[in-house]
């Protein structure tokens, strides 16, 4: 009986290979290894500046697709989460066992309504702190989550903002994520991406944040 295609239980299976009329094996192909990664130095690195902003689901999520490559390539990243206080998300766990940081700078005031000084006054030490680490040159990534909203409402001085992010030692990457981005800022960026919501459970079947889609 002849082997077909459909006889294959693992529909993922290479083909067999037909043996050759001379009754000999057929040579194998050979498996090329993944050889070691290589990061270019920082002087040989176009450090960007890299916005996901918008309405829609996805800039918090992008942006932890962007810490999960730079930490598999070997580079220092880590995320600082601006507003946000949650420090039990399945991203936190995840961190925890690739030995990434990810640090809560706020208290968890509800998106869109900005509440009392105290949370101002977090916004500023969390920014005073970042903006030491950005200028260290200690990070090859850093990933400010949602620190759009505190300039929006004020806090932190976008001017600032942009100022620092224009001292950056070279070759660091800056990943800035959450809605309502000023011009200033997306005019001081090199990538520049808006979510837009097209469906979202929420909006159309009242479904809540779920465990490992959102949180
Ligand atoms: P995510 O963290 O899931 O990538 P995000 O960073 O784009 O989302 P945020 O503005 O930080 O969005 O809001 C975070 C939460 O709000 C998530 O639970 C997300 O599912 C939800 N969300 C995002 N966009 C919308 C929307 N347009 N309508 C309702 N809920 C939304
Ligand atoms: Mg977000």
Not at 11 to 20: G, M, R, V
Not at 105 to 130: E, F, I, M, S, Y
Not at 173 to 191: F, P
Request: hydrophobic fraction near 40%; charged fraction near 20%.
């Amino acid at each position: 009986m002849t082997h077909s295609e459909s006889d294959r239980t693992d529909p993922l299976a290479q083909p067999e290979q037909p043996s050759p009329a001379s009754g000999r094996k057929a040579p194998v192909p050979k498996q090329k290894k993944p050889g070691p990664y290589h990061v270019p130095p920082r002087a040989q690195r176009h450090g960007l500046v890299i916005v996901n902003t918008g309405n829609g689901k996805g800039k918090t999520t992008a942006a932890l697709g962007v810490l999960l490559r730079a930490t598999g390539r070997g580079m220092r990243a880590g995320m600082f989460q601006f507003v946000k206080s949650l420090t039990t998300g399945g991203e936190h766990r995840a961190a925890t066992r690739l030995g990434v940081e990810i640090v809560s700078l706020g208290d968890g005031c509800t998106l869109g309504q900005p509440d009392t000084a105290d949370d101002a006054a977090l916004a500023r030490a969390g920014w005073a702190k970042v903006c030491e680490l950005i200028v260290s040159g200690e990070y090859d990534v850093l990933i400010l989550d949602e620190l759009t909203l505190p300039i929006k409402w004020g806090w932190i001085d976008s001017a600032e903002v942009i100022a620092t992010l224009a001292s950056r030692p070279i070759g660091t990457h800056v990943v800035i994520t959450g809605r309502y981005a000023s011009q200033e800022l997306i005019d001081a960026a090199d990538l520049v991406t808006e979510m837009d919501v097209i469906k979202h459970p929420l909006r159309e079947q009242k479904v809540h944040a779920q465990a490992g889609v959102d949180v």
